[in-house]
């Protein structure tokens, strides 16, 4: 168990809808990493939160959007879903070891958009 | 820019065999750490091992050992004896900066199957 919890673990959806994605971080972490595994792009960076604040922004679509809290929990907003979206998203964070880019890794949330 | 190359899309060995998944890794930092992941087909993404740039000791952790050779931007991974439950796909990874953060890049995975 890493310590970071996503929810929901599965999500079943039709195109043109909006889904929102939750993240706990471990206990003391700061910063919230999402990424994307697909098929046939393997995991993709999307964006970086630290502190309630963007941090780095990869392959994120402007369809989507994420968001920290002050309790410093995320939230990945999917908009206008395509088929292409049909992914695992993963959460993870990082604090002490932040230096060094270790992530621990939530479960991930399957979305499948039909 | 980073890149992590896993050569290796899919292995298939037979139980008790030893197997090496290669990776290698491109970065212009001269402060990096590397990492090896696991997914097992439940989905979630197991952390093996970090190593950083200036540690080019090799490890050995039970029936996993990893050989770091800067020389050649290779991380490569051994498993000893390979058992049914190693079945997984096995990520390789690389942290260095971007910008003002850290980011990790991920290679490609690669597919091990052991069989019985």
């Known amino acids: 168990d890493s310590g970071v919890t996503q929810t929901p673990k599965h999500l079943i959806t039709a195109t043109g809808q909006r889904v929102t994605l939750r993240c706990s971080p471990r206990?003391?972490?700061?910063?919230v990493y999402w990424y994307q595994q697909s098929l046939d792009q393997g995991l993709q960076f999307l964006i970086q939160y630290y502190n309630g604040e963007e941090r780095a922004k990869g392959n994120i679509l402007e369809r989507f959007s994420a968001q920290q809290f002050p309790d410093l929990h995320s939230e990945l907003n999917l908009s206008s879903l395509e088929l292409g979206d049909s992914a695992l998203y993963f959460c993870?964070?990082?604090?002490?070891?932040?230096?060094?880019?270790?992530?621990?890794f939530g479960e991930g949330s399957r979305l499948t958009v039909l | 820019a980073q890149k992590v190359t896993q050569a290796q899309t899919e292995i298939s060995v037979v139980e008790k065999e030893d197997v090496t998944l290669d990776c290698v890794y491109e970065t212009r930092d001269t402060t990096y750490y590397l990492f090896w992941y696991k997914q097992p087909p439940s989905g979630e993404l197991v952390f093996l091992i970090r190593?950083?740039?200036?540690?080019?000791q090799n490890e050995i952790s039970g029936r996993y050992s990893w050989n770091f050779q800067k020389s050649t931007s290779s991380f490569n991974f051994t498993i000893t004896a390979s058992q049914v439950v190693d079945s997984a796909v096995y990520f390789c990874?690389?942290?260095?900066?971007?910008?003002?953060?850290?980011?990790?890049?991920f290679g490609s995975g690669t597919q091990l199957t052991v069989l019985p």
């Open positions: 190593r950083n740039s200036f540690d080019e």
């Open positions: 206990s003391g972490d700061l910063s």
């Open positions: 990874a690389l942290s260095s900066f971007s910008g003002s953060a850290r980011q990790l890049t």
């Open positions: 993870a964070s990082s604090g002490q070891a932040a230096n060094t880019g270790e992530l621990f």
